[in-house]
């Protein structure tokens, strides 16, 4: 396998000022620091008129009016070693009609070409067009940062879904702060601060936002509208001061010149942070919808701000499910009355903040360089699964299942549960703990018991039940999920699939835990929180609670409503399955997911206590086609891939491999061979539990057999080395049901009806 050395960027650089130039200059940075050490470079594109002090990594600057300097430039690269050209695209920053200079240089490199498109315009005029496809024809990848820009690729351009990635913009990784430090050192102590940071223009708002301070300051007084950023360079040479001086002219008009700020200042990356650290509250209230990307919204929300925008079409994916507050476009009297209830509401803003702050992690730098590294590689190599199997290709068998080691899952485990993330095999404190992984963790504690292994510490077990038992908020009825190191919630309620996931860790627990008194507990919670999925859209929710009513219906068998639940759960699962099934697609919905074989699972073991042949027989039927589009050429286990989930229209995405699917299946594959002892469901798991060992697409083993340790998953090109609270409690519970399964003898099924169904 060749290892990437020398990466090109070309787009706009710092210090020129623009955020195109900001991006470019974070992305060549992060990708330089990162432990893949390649070298980089940037093509600096120059804007008439203008002369920057560039840094060394700006190997080359291009005038952005000069089409034989495009041409120069592609020649330049083409001797420089490059594996890769990563080009910036913005409408606006490459000279010719509609930009099409850019072309030249393109249409020139040798080496593959990844482009990341700023901006994807609903409706673009016919040059715009016209070079936006040239631009994608000539690369090997897109990139946007938001799914609207893969729907508009696919849709307005007809470009193939296989090629368009979705990355989003990076942020920086500094520590979750308080935003008093910050105000006593830019002179903001003891004010309310609103801020809105960038480049002035008229599109961005600002006027919207001075018109809603006279109603802030009704509730805080003490507020503070600070606009941190010069006026955009090319308002400037067409207009001077003009917009600016309107502000102010409006400020003064509407009486509150104590409380607004103009700072006229390009600031660099460490004065900017402190401002948006200062903060109480961060505002876009740009004008237009049309806004694919916006790097202001998206390093305010990862510093952890409670944000109020309108909804452009970055925000509102951004800020969707609460995660942030989205006003009408132009409407003064919302916005300023949504940033006056988060001012005074201290638990409502903190709350915001922290779960800001929480979900923003992926998209750090650090982060944002892995999947362009990702990426780079990817197309510098062929498919490693389009190859011929290599000779040395790993096929360990499963036959013989490993011991249990639980080494590493303890140290995933402090005293309030188990840790959502590992840096590598340490713990990662940052990202605290979740619903989801502590689940699992209870239900593997019940599995030990069930399956005749060596039984987890009393104390760790009776843990993850208060762990769970905290998450149940009896006011909303559900479960939260995302809990801060700190111990403090990050939401009023998680996800309906989470919900469902904590459903069946209960419902085991109520049948099979060691203490009489946890597994009294277990039914009662799980009695509570049951009604609360009848009203869920989920299929996946729906089948977690099926595979968690399964325990408890068999603990608490006169509970008349949890049967009438279980019914009507199974039965919407099964009319999904028949109402999407069709010729080359049997499956209950037009895509593929994650956890894919929990779906069958829990149609097969709902129709094996139910004694139901025909919900038994839309799970085999499922789990049969699932077995072959998670089979590679070779005969190897391969699950789909989180980087883009298959459906009818597109090819199976192959990466990243998860462990979590290899688990679902290995589950999959014992309620199918339970019900019909058939022994190539065993043969199926054997495969399934395999790719942990090595038996997968990269040949490498996942677990480390030795502690218990497994790795998050497969990379196009090599392993994840982080080893989180999922991953690592996936393979214990995928393992524990696999040594059950190679236990049990190959005796016929006991229940006619469904052996004769699944024969």
Not at 180 to 191: C, D, E, I, P, T
Not at 266 to 285: H, R
Not at 379 to 406: M, W
Request: charged residues 20%.
């Amino acid at each position: 396998m060749n290892h990437l050395t020398n990466i090109a960027f070309i787009g706009n650089s710092l210090p020129r000022r623009c955020g195109i130039a900001t991006f470019t200059t974070d992305l060549q940075q992060a990708v330089s620091k990162s432990p893949a050490h390649v070298a980089t470079a940037i093509v600096a594109m120059t804007d008439h008129g203008h002369v920057y002090d560039y840094p060394p990594e700006v190997r080359l600057a291009i005038a952005d009016d000069n089409r034989d300097d495009y041409i120069r430039a592609g020649d330049v690269l083409n001797v420089g070693n490059f594996d890769v050209a990563c080009l910036q695209h913005e409408f606006g920053i490459f000279g010719g009609e509609d930009g099409d200079h850019i072309v030249a240089l393109l249409s020139r490199l040798k080496m593959p070409i990844i482009t990341t498109l700023h901006t994807v315009l609903a409706e673009p005029s016919s040059g715009q067009r016209r070079v936006l496809n040239k631009v994608i024809d000539l690369s090997a990848k897109v990139v946007v940062m938001a799914e609207k820009g893969r729907t508009f690729l696919e849709q307005v351009y007809r470009v193939s879904a296989d090629k368009i990635e979705v990355v989003p913009h990076g942020i920086p990784n500094i520590p979750f702060l308080e935003p008093a430090v910050s105000k006593a050192a830019l002179g903001f102590n003891a004010r309310s601060v609103i801020l809105t940071f960038g480049l002035l223009s008229p599109n961005k708002g600002i006027e919207v936002m001075i018109d809603a301070m006279p109603l802030i300051l009704e509730s805080s007084p003490d507020a503070v509208y600070v606009i941190l950023g010069a006026t955009h360079p090319n308002l400037v040479r067409d207009q001077g001061e003009t917009y600016r001086e309107s502000l102010v002219t409006r400020v003064n008009d509407l009486g509150i010149a104590d409380s607004v700020v103009f700072l006229d200042r390009f600031v660099d990356k460490a004065s900017l942070l402190d401002f948006i650290s200062m903060c109480d509250v961060y505002a876009t209230p740009y004008l237009n919808e049309a806004q694919m990307t916006s790097g202001t919204l998206a390093y305010s929300f990862g510093l952890g701000k409670a944000v109020v925008s309108t909804p452009y079409w970055h925000a509102r994916e951004l800020l969707a499910e609460g995660r942030g507050v989205l006003v009408p476009f132009g409407d003064a009297t919302a916005i300023g009355r949504e940033v006056a209830s988060l001012l005074t509401d201290d638990g409502r803003r903190d709350a915001m903040r922290r779960r800001a702050y929480q979900i923003s992690r992926p998209m750090t730098w650090q982060k944002i360089a892995e999947r362009y590294l990702a990426l780079f590689s990817e197309i510098t190599h062929r498919n490693p699964a389009a190859d011929p199997k290599p000779t040395n290709i790993v096929t360990r068998k499963a036959d013989t299942p490993p011991e249990l080691q639980f080494g590493h899952f303890l140290s995933m485990c402090d005293d309030t549960g188990l840790f959502q993330h590992a840096i590598y095999s340490v713990p990662d404190r940052a990202h605290g703990y979740c619903v989801d992984d502590n689940a699992r963790a209870l239900l593997l504690s019940v599995a030990l018991k069930e399956a005749g292994e060596r039984l987890l510490p009393d104390a760790l077990t009776s843990r993850f039940a208060s762990f769970v038992q905290h998450a149940w908020n009896p006011d909303e009825k559900h479960f939260r999920n995302f809990m801060g190191f700190d111990r403090r919630w990050l939401e009023d309620r998680g996800s309906q699939d989470s919900h469902g996931r904590t459903l069946w860790a209960l419902g085991e627990c109520a049948r099979s835990d060691a203490s009489p008194s946890r597994r009294a507990w277990a039914a009662a919670l799980f009695s509570q929180a049951l009604p609360t999925v009848e009203g869920f859209g989920s299929p996946r929710a729906w089948a977690f609670a099926l595979l968690g009513l399964e325990g408890y219906c068999a603990a608490s068998p006169r509970d008349v409503f949890a049967h009438q639940i279980r019914s009507t759960l199974a039965d919407r699962l099964a009319d999904i399955f028949h109402s999407v099934e069709r010729t080359g697609w049997i499956w209950f919905e037009e895509n593929l997911s994650y956890d894919n074989a929990r779906l069958s699972q829990a149609l097969i073991a709902t129709g094996l206590s139910a004694e139901r042949p025909d919900y038994v027989a839309a799970g085999i039927k499922s789990l049969r086609w699932l077995m072959t589009v998670q089979t590679s050429p070779e005969g190897l286990f391969r699950p789909i891939g989180t980087d883009g989930f298959t459906d009818r229209t597109r090819e199976v995405k192959l990466f990243d491999q998860q462990p979590l699917e290899a688990t679902a299946t290995i589950g999959a594959c014992h309620a199918a061979w339970r019900v019909s002892h058939d022994i190539t469901w065993k043969e199926e798991a054997a495969k399934a539990f395999a790719w942990f060992l090595g038996s997968n697409d990269l040949s490498l083993p996942v677990v480390d057999p030795d502690t218990g340790g497994c790795r998050d998953g497969l990379h196009p090109m090599r392993l994840n080395e982080n080893r989180g609270g999922e991953s690592v409690v996936s393979y214990l519970l995928g393992l524990v049901e696999f040594r059950k399964l190679s236990r049990a003898s190959d005796h016929p099924s006991t229940f006619a009806p469904l052996r004769a169904l699944t024969a």
